[in-house]
């Protein structure tokens, strides 16, 4: 019969306090690298450094996503489910972007979102702002090579932030702490 190893908690006691050092149960879950060890650092970075070859298909393919989530609206008008497609095909645009090698991507996706998320009546939505941030992302990827891409980028990003933001402000108006809790600085840094 094995022995059980005791498992409660040490107790030191000195003239004016006691120090309890509690079990530790994880000590048996890890392993102590040996210098032949590779590192997983290095290793992870191979492995995104491979799937990089992926990640054009990959935003094409979230572009695409994007697209036809654009075109259910143009045929449906906002509705619950074609609102959320569109939101978490540019929410996943947003979040993904960088990761995949597009970071000019991330300020118009999540320009998008914020139209979407924050205008309280979808049918005021003006549709031509949807296309033009779709059409931002969509010219933003496909022309990604351009030398001149981050200046263009970053002009039409801001523009349609402004845009987004003007619209917002409008739609907004009669929630004036709703309207300072989306225009306050962020947080994260």
């Not at 006691?13 to 040996?34: E, F, M, R």
């Not at 070859?53 to 509705?79: H, I, N, P, S």
């Not at 523009?159 to 709703?178: I, M, Q, S």
Request: net charge negative.
């Amino acid at each position: 019969m094995a022995a059980h190893k005791d498992t409660s908690p040490s107790v030191a006691t000195y003239a004016d306090h006691q120090v309890i050092t509690p079990a530790n149960p994880l000590k048996k879950a890890i392993t102590l690298a040996s210098k032949e060890d590779d590192d997983p650092v290095a290793r992870a970075e191979a492995a995104l450094a491979q799937l990089s070859k992926e990640f054009a298909d990959w935003m094409r393919a979230e572009c695409e996503r994007l697209e036809a989530a654009r075109q259910e609206v143009m045929r449906q008008g906002f509705t619950e489910k074609t609102h959320g497609e569109l939101f978490r095909a540019a929410h996943d645009i947003k979040g993904e972007a960088a990761t995949f090698g597009y970071p000019a991507l991330v300020g118009v996706a999540e320009s998008l979102c914020r139209l979407l998320e924050h205008t309280p009546d979808w049918s005021r939505i003006p549709l031509t702002l949807v296309e033009q941030h779709v059409d931002a992302v969509r010219a933003i990827a496909r022309e990604y090579s351009r030398a001149d891409l981050a200046a263009v980028a970053g002009t039409l990003t801001r523009r349609l932030r402004e845009v987004t933001d003007e619209f917002l402000r409008t739609e907004n108006a009669d929630r004036p702490d709703y309207l300072e809790s989306i225009f306050a600085p962020s947080l994260a840094p």
